[in-house]
């Protein structure tokens, strides 16, 4: 990933160079990590460059500032139309966004509210996360040894920044044991998530995944991988699930934006299925990739068009 620093980036309503985009070491969100993001993608397509869904992302961005009684000061709509002109403005066809809502410069304290609201979107340049390689081979993973929060300590239906400290950590670990990837359990010892990437458990042509109750995100691809599964003729059900059951998993597959649908070849080393992308993971995400290109119809009308 590299930023294009001559790019334009949308504060508070305006267009500024990237190189002024400058937070102060005084404001808020540097001190207490009160901030809220959202990452998107923007894909060229048969028909010109569409951001993937858009408006749930905006949605949640919003919903999770409720829940930390951040008011923004702007519409959905309003955010949707920011996210399309800077995509516009930077002329590219393909690109990450990441709207981005903190407290700024005012106080400092526990206490946020006298520190103002600040609204940012930046958007650059970003392949597949987990490498090209993974969306085929899959990628190895390990059980972190850091978990989620428990219930009633951090929101983890909020995409806030100070949630990403514990994904640092899970992360950080797996590079340093020679792994793509963690995944967290909850306070119980069951699945949860990955540092940024919900989870999927294939057994026995049925697809598993934590509910929301296991501190995961509510991902908006996780939603749309369950969408496709549906509509190929798979049972999807939500449910707590032990960590013992990803070793005896036919198939098991991360989702994000970031991550996209990519597939998980071992876990602690030991080797899921094949050891390789499965029939039924290939299957969702030959669709999910068909409609972000183009290649089939949007029947759930999740590209929005430049």
């Known amino acids: 990933m590299a930023f294009d620093e001559n790019s334009k980036i949308w504060k508070n309503g305006e267009f500024i160079n990237w ?14 990590g009160s901030s809220v993001f959202e990452g998107a993608r923007c894909y060229k397509t048969k028909k ?32 949707n139309e920011a996210c399309r002109e800077v995509v516009r403005v930077n002329g590219y066809e393909e690109a990450y966004l990441r709207p981005i809502a903190y407290r700024g410069y005012g106080t400092l304290g526990v206490d946020p509210t006298s520190c103002p609201v600040e609204v940012a979107i930046l958007t650059w340049k970003w392949g597949t996360y987990l490498g090209v390689e993974a969306l085929e081979n899959g990628v190895d993973v390990k059980i ?26 899970i992360k950080l670990e797996a590079k340093t044991d020679g792994y793509s990837e963690g995944i967290a359990l909850t306070n119980r010892g069951t699945i949860s ?42 049972e999807v059900i939500e449910q707590t699930i032990p960590r013992e059951m990803l070793y005896i ?10 991550a996209e649908v990519t597939p998980v070849r071992s876990v602690d080393r030991i080797q899921i299925g094949k050891g390789k992308r499965g029939p039924i993971t290939e299957k969702i995400q030959k669709r999910f990739f068909d409609i ?3 290649e089939t119809e949007d029947q759930y009308g999740w590209l929005d068009y430049i």
């Open 292 to 294: 972000l290109s183009g």
């Open 144 to 169: 972190a040894t850091w978990n989620r929060f428990a219930p009633n300590t951090m929101p983890t239906l909020a995409k806030a920044g100070a949630n990403y400290m514990n994904s640092q950590l």
């Open 249 to 258: 998993a036919d198939e098991l597959f991360f989702t994000g934006t970031a």
């Open 193 to 234: 998530e990955g540092s940024g990437e919900n989870l999927f458990v294939i057994s026995k042509g049925k697809i598993i995944t934590p509910p929301s109750v296991d501190a995961i995100l509510p991902g908006i691809t996780r939603d749309s991988a369950i969408q496709i599964a549906h509509e190929l003729g798979y």
């Open 48 to 79: 010109g460059s569409a951001i993937f869904r858009i408006t749930d992302h905006n949605q949640r961005l919003l919903n999770s500032a409720k829940i930390y009684r951040m008011e923004i000061p702007y519409s959905l709509e309003e955010l």
């Open 19 to 32: 190189k002024d985009a400058t937070v102060h070491v005084a404001s808020h969100v540097i001190h207490y």
